[in-house]
């Protein structure tokens, strides 16, 4: 099964780029590396994607490691409202299924 | 912005009761997804559906089930609530050409 490897928590200032690394070595060549976010155990909200080449939107920028054996989610300048749980997830290649992790609690500190 | 929704929003019911959660997209979206999540954990998938009459029981077993008649609505059921049915219940969607789920915001269920 594909599966995702995360830290537990971290801490970052307000204001300060949040780095949120993920590994995910079993991943298969055609599946898309997936971010989101869930605040206060609301539903997760969909952040960014990508497959090979580093993506950058709105939220966020996701690095991928050009093994595709791990990404990194950045969040350029973490504000208090970012502080949530983070999933890095990839899809059981062939299949339906979603792999959600227990992800990274990141706590954004005033 | 996502338009998925799911009904109740919390719900505290006693041993026994017949319950069934709502959820309903306005997305035209093929695929539906029930996860259940308990506090602090991860999401496990419970129900999915590719599209009209079509159903599939996911990882975590569950003594729910579920029906998709219409398109946009994908309800869930537990014929006889018990307390370790107590958990969040998260619907999601997404359209068939893309991976990118679109959640709703979730139903808190209190079995007594």
């Known amino acids: 099964d594909a599966k995702t490897t995360q830290p537990p928590s971290m801490d970052c200032a307000e204001g300060r780029a949040a780095n949120l690394p993920c590994n995910h070595s079993?991943?298969?060549?055609?599946?898309?590396v997936y971010w989101y976010r869930q605040i206060h155990s609301q539903g997760p909200q969909y952040i960014i994607h990508g497959l090979k080449n580093n993506e950058t939107n709105e939220m966020a920028s996701l690095i991928i490691t050009e093994d595709r054996k791990s990404s990194t989610l950045i969040l350029p300048h973490a504000t208090l409202r970012d502080t949530a749980v983070y999933y890095c997830i990839v899809k059981d290649p062939g299949t339906y299924k979603y792999i959600f992790g227990t992800g990274t609690r990141l706590k954004v500190l005033a | 912005e996502a338009d998925i929704y799911q009904t109740p929003r919390y719900l505290v019911i006693g041993t026994g009761k017949k319950i069934t959660l709502e959820c309903s997209q306005t997305m035209g979206h093929d695929k539906m997804y029930w996860y259940q999540q308990d506090p602090g954990m991860e999401l496990h998938l419970i129900h999915y559906s590719y599209g009209v009459n079509s159903t599939e029981k996911g990882d975590l077993s569950s003594e729910s089930t579920v029906s998709r008649i219409r398109t946009e609505h994908f309800p869930l059921t537990l014929e006889s609530a018990r307390p370790s049915h107590t958990s969040q219940y998260l619907c999601?969607?997404?359209?068939?050409?893309?991976?990118?789920?679109?959640f709703g915001p979730g139903t808190r269920l209190t079995v007594l």
């Open positions: 079993t991943i298969s060549g055609n599946e898309y």
């Open positions: 999601a969607s997404r359209p068939t050409d893309t991976d990118t789920q679109y």
